[in-house]
């Protein structure tokens, strides 16, 4: 199993790999591990690229992180070009996957116009829709124009007030079973990608081995095919309380670029997350 973001032979110079829709599936054939991040920014795509993170999620966490928000309802398609743009700039090798934020998708006719506006301005490879099977449709639309889509599950940011709070879902027997079956028909839908937000990992586990594509977790313990994290959590940074499935790559003390490549190196090695990460 190759841990490495390079490949070549023995007589050539390693050239970078360039994640791609059909990596990543081969990443969950092979059992290597999918190290993904947020990145909202040229400096951070560039470093982010250099380390080898194979994914960088232009998330609507930016309402969070970059524009201090309290929830991600205010951000607007324009908001998401802007800052896919800048990272679509310096990530040549991670595959670049944009979040559509809330209401860009209520409608068919909406959705893959604000798909392809992410993808034409702001060189999106793949779309990011937070989904129960109510999106079915909307993902087969996009997915029939050639749209790469990653259905997120389970913990829908954009869904906190319908929630009642940024909760833990599917712990109960019926919500479980409910999400497996939403997994599977979002697959058949055609997502090329699940991630999983705030989901045991009992569960996860079990989604993971069901689907055939591959699953990133967040807060969705170890057995996901990859894991994503919010590159400010990470960091320390993010003000006020960090998610309990976070981690503080910094804490042992060297630099951003060194805590970059030590949440890659561990999510590769299977060293994150651990319990303390996940939930029961
Ligand atoms: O917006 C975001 O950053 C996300 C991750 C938390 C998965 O959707």
């Given at each position: 199993m190759s841990t490495s973001p390079y490949q070549g032979t023995a007589n050539s110079a390693p050239i970078k790999r360039t994640v791609t829709v059909k990596t990543l599936r081969d990443m969950k054939s092979s059992g290597e591990k999918i190290a993904a991040l947020t990145a909202y920014d040229a400096s951070f795509a560039a470093l982010l690229d250099d380390v080898g993170v194979d994914i960088q999620l232009v998330g609507d966490s930016l309402g969070n992180?970059?524009?201090?928000?309290?929830?991600?309802?205010?951000?607007s398609v324009d908001d998401m070009i802007y800052h896919a743009r800048a990272v679509a700039t310096q990530c040549r090798h991670g595959l670049r996957m944009v979040d559509m934020p809330?209401?860009?998708?209520?409608s068919i006719d909406t959705a893959l116009q604000n798909a392809a506006r992410l993808m034409?301005?702001?060189?999106?490879?793949m779309v990011k829709l937070e989904c129960t099977q109510a999106q079915e449709a909307i993902i087969r639309a996009l997915v029939n124009e050639g749209i790469p889509v990653c259905a997120h599950l389970g913990l829908r940011p954009q869904s906190v007030h319908k929630l009642g709070g940024y909760r833990v879902q599917g712990r109960d027997a019926a919500a479980a079973e409910a999400m497996l079956i939403e997994a599977q028909r979002l697959q058949d839908a055609g997502a090329d990608v699940l991630l999983l937000e705030a989901v045991p990992a009992s569960l996860a586990a079990q989604i993971t081995q069901q689907v055939e594509v591959p699953v990133i977790g967040i807060g969705a313990g170890?057995?996901?095919d990859g894991q994503v994290l919010v590159l400010y959590d990470i960091l320390a940074i993010t003000p006020g309380k960090r998610p309990k499935?976070?981690?503080?790559?910094l804490a042992n003390g060297g630099d951003i670029r060194a805590a970059i490549q030590t949440y890659v190196n561990d999510v590769k090695a299977k060293r994150f997350p651990s319990s303390e990460h996940s939930f029961t």
């Open positions: 992180v970059i524009q201090g928000l309290d929830s991600t309802l205010p951000v809330f209401m860009s998708y209520w034409k301005e702001g060189g999106a490879q170890s057995d996901c499935f976070s981690k503080d790559f």
